[in-house]
Each structure stands twice: as structure tokens, then as C-alpha cells.
């Protein structure tokens, strides 16, 4: 009853990894996403809540079907409805770590991490054999498995608690130990660090960097903070409204997003307009000067510290100039984040001290430039 | 009026005005009525013949026959209730509301209304006891099996509901962690939900047990009042009570002794917080 493994030539190594394009309804919502990710990379799903990133997870997981496409896992099919092919989620060799761990509670850290070994049917997990007639491990190999495990991940102290006797973190990194010693195909982390206080995320966030190496297999986290994406993800691909809005390295994403709630988590001002040659008109009518002629269109992006704040227009033509009203003004590291709000809305930092000197407060019209060296354009 | 030296701690809710007299009345009626008739039955107790009494045979033996019937029956509910009860709970197949339904039906039913449908059914021209006679000679009516087929019709729905009550509240989002790891339903439901469920599953079995030890009506009409066979000690008070009031009412405090003691003992042991 084992399931069949794929011959390991060189098309299963092609196929090696996740190949999902698939299309998925959460009552009126289509969530519609291909994914691709090889053995040994971790792919993050970002967007706001409600984008349909946990959906795609679920599916892809076994636990809500399919309404289109197909999910294939190192050249198996796993799901796909038309041709009637769906594993059920416990044959799928799949590891998945939940928002909040949900950690057995009347089970001991130990056997939380065995319940993988001992009921999945895979083989593997190293040398430690013992198994009875139903192919099942031992309890007792299963839990060998697990205890070298927890040493692995620096947990073995906890092996006798319960879940209650152990902090937030302390469970998520159980939670994710449980989820590697079933030596997954696959590895979906599903907001593993929402739920976390920020010192404890900080922690968990470390913990799975160093451990997701140990199991050699693809990884999907999926995420609505920007700091997760970036540290984790070799690739990251943004979900908006059910669809792939972009996709990209950490760092591509990171300096040119393409929608604006991935630039208000890098913390970027992100404009888009049409190029044609010379200049940049934006949809408020005003007009940016690119360094180089570009055309069609595109996304400008630029950091708040590029912007600089006046309380008169700084020169006569409106190029890359803006006026505005100081909506908020809010501490950021050394130095003050102004959220404009006016045909465009901006943020700009600026020091204390020059804030201070421009005898600024929130509700005063003021008018921001930014030089044109300092703006990216990318095409839309 | 007030004494000096003693102050009245304020009511609590003083906030929101007195309790109704409406309220507290028929609240005090309601407890006088659930508790005078147990002071009633120890103030009428023929306390100087009393072990004489309690030792006699017939108390013994329906006593013995009680605890045994009432258990097996038990035993009979977890086996057969806890599956049906996971299946309302969890699985979503076509009917079930109209299961659950029928699953009720016993609780509102007058038990000797369901000992004449037990003996329509499983009587000797019954619809299934005629051909198990027939095939097998098996009689089940007027035999102890009797007695815990009755028992467990009765008891079978408070054990059903209160389980059902317990799986639907043990969160299923572990059944579907067990599945990430790789477990089966069955195992799932043997190594997560029953556990998650276990205090609901104890006090379903209790409040079973004491439903079965109880259990008259059904019992009478469909296994009879044989001595040793199917006189339990209900049926026992019932009987001695024709002839020798005092004698049932010593029968009486048995059953309740009983039934107090076993209820207090496996609140503690299992229940713990979580009907306390």
C-alpha cells in the first residue's frame, strides 16, 4: 500500500519538486496560482489577509479539492480533477506547520513528533527500523526517530512536556520539528509566525532558517510579512485578490514592487503612469522625469528618504513635485515617517531636526520633491 | 436595625437591582421539590432492621444483577454510540439530521412504550426475534439479554448526544494535523479525537450507566421480573413495595447510595474541570 516513489532518472529529476497551476474556490472566491518550486528552495507566498494564499496551501495539501489544474509533487500526480486523480492528504508525504503549531495537546512534546514516524507509511528517516506487520514503526523506533530529531533541533529538554507547559515559540519549533521528521516531499509552512510575540518570531524565524536545510525538500511559507519573505524565500511570489500580481528573488521584489501593499511592507513610495520617452505622466496628471527615456507603462518607485519637504513649491515647472497634507506623522528608527495624502500619496522621512526647522505638524500643506536619480522605473 | 460590630458585605449585582421575587420563589420550589422527597425517603428509612433488610437475599441478588446489567450495557452504548456519535459529528452523509432524529426519539419515548416495541421486535413472534428463534432457538425475551437490550435502548441516546457534543468540540483542525502526518481517519480517530473527546466520552458513559441502572419501564414489559434473571433493583422496589413499604424503601437508598457514590467518584476521577 505503499505509495509508488517515481524512477529516479533524469525526468524524474526534471519533475523533481512542486508543479501546481492550479484554480480553487472559497465560496464566490477563485484563487487561481501556479507554483514551481525545485528540491532545496523555499518559495514564499505574500499578500494581505483574504488573498487566498492559505487556500492555495490547503490545496495543495490535500485538504480543500481542487476546482481546476493539477498539483504534481517530484512527477506524481497528486490532484487533478480531470482525470479524477486525488491522493488523499495523509498518502501525499506532505509536512505542514499551522499558524498556531496545534500541537497535540494530550500528547508529550515526544510523541507529537513520533505521531509522523510512527503512522506515516513512508520508509526512510534514516536507519532506525523496527516496523510491524501493518508497516507502521514500532512505537518505540518511532520514538528513537523523534528523539533525534528534538536533538537535533535543540529541543530535547522539552521531550517529556506537554504542549501546555511550553511558551508560544517553544511550540512552534515543535510544531515545525514534528512536521520535518516526517521527512515531507514537500514542506508548507502556513503563517507560521503570525501568531507569535515579536522576540519569539524573531526566534522562530532564526530556528527555521537553520533547520529547513535538513530536510531535502521544497518549501512553501506562506506569509504576510515582508521580513519573512525576505530572509527565508529564495523566491517570492505576491498574491493579490486571488491572483499572482508578481513574482521574483526577495531582493527584485523587495526594490521593485509591483502593487502597493508589497511596497508599503518594503516601505517604498510606488507610482505608475505612462512613459513615453522624455517623460513619466502619473494618473494624477503631474509629470516625473526619468534619467533615461523610457516608454509604455511603468512603476516608479523611490524611498521616503529620497523625498524632500517644502512649505512652498520648490521650482516653477510640477516636474516630480507634488503638493500634499502631513496626514500622520510617526517615529521610524532615527528619523520621522510623514504619510502625505494629495493627488499621490507619499511617504517621506525626514530628521527631527529638519522637521523642526520646516515648523511642520500633521494637517499643514506642504509639497514634496523627489530628484530624479533617485526614482526607479521599471515597466508595469 | 443593623447590629454595630457587623457590616453587611454589599450584594453582589446590587448594581442592577434585587433578584426578583419571581426568580427566587419558584427557584426555592423548584429545589425543595428535587430534594424533600430524598429527606422524605431517609426520614421513612426503617433504620433499626436496616442491615438485616439490606442483607437479604432478594436485595442482593437484584443488586448484583443491577450493577451488572447496568455496566455491560455501559460498555454495550461506548461500542456502538461513540462510532455513531463521530459519524454525526464529522462525516457529512446524506440524512443525517434525520439520524440524529431518529437518535433522540428513545429519550422522549415513555419506556414501556419502548419494552412493547423491544418485544414487538424482538419477541418470540417478533419481526427479528421470530426468525433468530427460528434459525438459532434463540429466545432473548425474558433473559437477562433482555434486561441489557433494554438498557441500552434507553441509555444509548444520552451516551449519542453527549459524545457527539465532544467530538464536534474537539477542534478538527487535528484531524486534519494527523492527516499532514501522515495517519489514517482510523487512526486518527483512535490516537486524536478519542482522546480530545475523552471527558465527554466518560460523562456520556456515566450519565448511561445511571440511565441503565434506572431503567424500568422497557425492562418490565419486554424481560419480565424473574428473580436473579431479570429483577433488577428497580423492578425490586416495585415488587416489594406491594407487599412491604418499608423494605422498598430500604431498596430505595440502596440505589440511591449507589448512584450518588458512583456519580460523585467518577466526577472527581474524570470529569475533573470540566463539568465541575
Not at chain 1, 508497516?135 to 528523539?147: E, L, M, S, W
Not at chain 2, 425492562?219 to 431479570?230: R, V
Amino acid at each position: 500500500m505503499s505509495p509508488a516513489l517515481p524512477d529516479v532518472g533524469t525526468d524524474a529529476e526534471l519533475d523533481a519538486g512542486l508543479d501546481a497551476d492550479l484554480v480553487v474556490l472559497r465560496g464566490a472566491f477563485e484563487v487561481r496560482a501556479a507554483l514551481r518550486t525545485p528540491p532545496d528552495r523555499v518559495v514564499a507566498l505574500l499578500g494581505p489577509n483574504g488573498a487566498g494564499k492559505s487556500s492555495l496551501l490547503r490545496a495543495v495539501s490535500g485538504l480543500t479539492p481542487l476546482s481546476e489544474g493539477y498539483v504534481r509533487l517530484d512527477g506524481r500526480v497528486l490532484d487533478e480533477p480531470s482525470s479524477g486523480v486525488r491522493i488523499a492528504a495523509a498518502a501525499r508525504g506532505i509536512g505542514t506547520v499551522f499558524q498556531d503549531g496545534l500541537l497535540f495537546p494530550h500528547l508529550s512534546v515526544l510523541d507529537n513528533v513520533a505521531f509522523g514516524p510512527r503512522h506515516s507509511g513512508r520508509s526512510g528517516g534514516g536507519g532506525v527500523g523496527g516496523r510491524d506487520r501493518g508497516g507502521r514503526r514500532t512505537r518505540r523506533a518511532a520514538r528513537a526517530v523523534a528523539a533525534d530529531w528534538l536533538a537535533r533541533t535543540e529541543l530535547a529538554e522539552f521531550a517529556d512536556r506537554k504542549p501546555a507547559a511550553l511558551s508560544g515559540g517553544q511550540r512552534q519549533r515543535v510544531a515545525i520539528t514534528r512536521a520535518l521528521a516526517t521527512d515531507p516531499r514537500l514542506l508548507l509552512l502556513d503563517e507560521p509566525l503570525s501568531a507569535l510575540d515579536a522576540s519569539a518570531s524573531v526566534a522562530v524565524r532564526s530556528f527555521l532558517r537553520r533547520h529547513l536545510t535538513e530536510v531535502r525538500a521544497p518549501t512553501v511559507l506562506v506569509t504576510h510579512h515582508a521580513i519573512d519573505a525576505l530572509v527565508l524565500a529564495d523566491e517570492v511570489v505576491v498574491i493579490e485578490g486571488g491572483t499572482v500580481v508578481q513574482r521574483g528573488s526577495p531582493d527584485d521584489v523587495a526594490r521593485r514592487p509591483r502593487s502597493s501593499h508589497v511596497a508599503a511592507l518594503m516601505g517604498l513610495n510606488l507610482l505608475r503612469g505612462r512613459a513615453d520617452g522624455a517623460v513619466v505622466r502619473l494618473h494624477d496628471d503631474t509629470v516625473l522625469v526619468p534619467t533615461a527615456p523610457v516608454s509604455g507603462d511603468v512603476y516608479a518607485s523611490f524611498r521616503p528618504s529620497a523625498v524632500t519637504l517644502h512649505t512652498s513649491r520648490p521650482h516653477a515647472s510640477a516636474r516630480n513635485t507634488w503638493p500634499g497634507h502631513v496626514d500622520g506623522i510617526a517615529p521610524h528608527g532615527d528619523v520621522l515617517r510623514l504619510h502625505l495624502t494629495g493627488p499621490v500619496p507619499l511617504l517621506a522621512d525626514v530628521t527631527p531636526a529638519a522637521l523642526a526647522e520646516l515648523d511642520v505638524h500633521e494637517g499643514d500643506r506642504v509639497w514634496a520633491a523627489v530628484k530624479a536619480t533617485e526614482v526607479d522605473i521599471y515597466p508595469a | 436595625m443593623r447590629r454595630p460590630g457587623r457590616r453587611r458585605r454589599p450584594a453582589t449585582g446590587a448594581a442592577v437591582g434585587r433578584v426578583p421575587a419571581l426568580i427566587v420563589i419558584p427557584a426555592a420550589c423548584a429545589l425543595a421539590l428535587l430534594v424533600l422527597p430524598l429527606i422524605g425517603l431517609l426520614a421513612r428509612a426503617p433504620w433499626t432492621d436496616l442491615t438485616e433488610r439490606l442483607t437479604s437475599d432478594s436485595v442482593t441478588t437484584a443488586l448484583r444483577l443491577s450493577l451488572t446489567t447496568a455496566t455491560i450495557a455501559m460498555l454495550a452504548c461506548l461500542v456502538l454510540g461513540v462510532p455513531l456519535a463521530w459519524l454525526l459529528a464529522r462525516s457529512n452523509f446524506r440524512g443525517r439530521r434525520l439520524v440524529r432524529a431518529l437518535v433522540t426519539v428513545p429519550l422522549v419515548l415513555p419506556p414501556v412504550v419502548g419494552g412493547i416495541a423491544l418485544l414487538a421486535t424482538f419477541g418470540r413472534t417478533g419481526v427479528v426475534g421470530e426468525p433468530l428463534f427460528d434459525v438459532f432457538g434463540w429466545q432473548v425475551t425474558f433473559t437477562t439479554t433482555a434486561v441489557v437490550v433494554a438498557q441500552t435502548f434507553v441509555a444509548l441516546p444520552f451516551l449519542v448526544l453527549a459524545v457527539e457534543g465532544a467530538v464536534r468540540s474537539a477542534d478538527a483542525r487535528y484531524d486534519e494535523v494527523a492527516a499532514s502526518l501522515g495517519a489514517s481517519r482510523w487512526w486518527t480517530f483512535l490516537r486524536v479525537t478519542l482522546p480530545l473527546a475523552g471527558p465527554g466520552i466518560a460523562s456520556g458513559a456515566v450519565l448511561a450507566w445511571a440511565r441503565a441502572l434506572g431503567e424500568f419501564g422497557a425492562t418490565i414489559t419486554f424481560a419480565g421480573s424473574l428473580e436473579g434473571e431479570t429483577r433488577t433493583m428497580p423492578l425490586e422496589v416495585y415488587k416489594t413495595y406491594q407487599t412491604d413499604a418499608p423494605g422498598a424503601i430500604v431498596v430505595s437508598l440502596v440505589l440511591l447510595v449507589v448512584s450518588i457514590g458512583v456519580l460523585a467518584a467518577m466526577r472527581e476521577r474524570w470529569l475533573g474541570g470540566v463539568a465541575a
